[in-house]
T-cell receptor, first 113, second 113 residues
Framework: AQSVTQPDIHITVSEGASLELRCNYSYGATPYLFWYVQSPGQGLQLLLKYFSGDTLVQGIKGFEAEFKRSQSSFNLRKPSVHWSDAAEYFCAVLSGGSYIPTFGRGTSLIVHP | NAGVTQTPKFRVLKTGQSMTLLCAQDMNHEYMYWYRQDPGMGLRLIHYSVGEGTTAKGEVPDGYNVSRLKKQNFLLGLESAAPSQTSVYFC????????????FGSGTRLTVV
């Protein structure tokens, strides 16, 4: 069965600092991997996805993520955080023949001015 | 704008009352889903549908029923609301293609008193 872990419940960074949000998955083969962002009072919006090819993927809003098979990880990064990036971030994994992704419990990003 | 529309956005119910949440999408997506989001629990799948006239149970289906009479609509019903159903409910839709992510609605905040 597929599973995904986001080890950090909360992350606090200063505006302009770099960011890395961690995501680890459990699945034998290469899964489909997604990062979503949820702004307060909103639904989830797809940031980026990976399913094959280049292991470094670029997404919207200046985010990128790197797939590392050896570490079963798909960490989300941004070089310089803006105050508007404060939100909840969810990693999701889709594996096998399933069309139903498993979501992590989310990481809340707090940005200090 | 194209997307997923949920109605209502907010609702307060008394224990034992019934209600229906409506989800409508205009992207011709085959698949539709209902999730609930609770603090610290991430997103949990309630029911989903892979096409008009079909529905299936997700991770937490008890106390809920769904119907997909039209391709663009997916209804979530609570027959006898309980305080444990206080949550934020999200509808999502997708193509039957694993390369794409979900499109989410903006959510319905339901309080059962």
């Amino acid at each position: 069965a597929q599973s995904v872990t986001q080890p950090d419940i909360h992350i606090t960074v200063s505006e302009g600092a770099s960011l890395e949000l961690r995501c680890n998955y459990s699945y034998g083969a290469t899964p489909y991997l997604f990062w979503y962002v949820q702004s307060p009072g909103q639904g989830l919006q797809l940031l980026l996805k990976y399913f094959s090819g280049d292991t470094l993927v670029q997404g919207i809003k200046g985010f990128e993520a790197e797939f590392k098979r050896s570490q079963s990880s798909f960490n989300l990064r941004k070089p310089s955080v803006h105050w508007s990036d404060a939100a909840e971030y969810f990693c999701a994994v889709l594996s096998g023949g399933s069309y139903i992704p498993t979501f992590g419990r989310g990481t809340s990003l707090i940005v200090h001015p | 704008n194209a997307g997923v529309t949920q109605t209502p956005k907010f609702r307060v119910l008394k224990t034992g009352q019934s209600m229906t949440l409506l989800c409508a999408q205009d992207m011709n997506h085959e698949y539709m889903y209902w999730y609930r989001q609770d603090p610290g629990m991430g997103l949990r799948l309630i029911h989903y549908s892979v096409g008009e006239g079909t529905t299936a149970k997700g991770e937490v289906p008890d106390g809920y029923n769904v119907s997909r009479l039209k391709k663009q609509n997916f209804l979530l019903g609570l027959e006898s609301a309980a305080p444990s159903q206080t949550s934020v409910y999200f509808c999502a839709s997708s193509y039957p293609n694993r390369d794409y992510g979900y499109t989410f609605g903006s959510g319905t905040r339901l309080t059962v008193v």
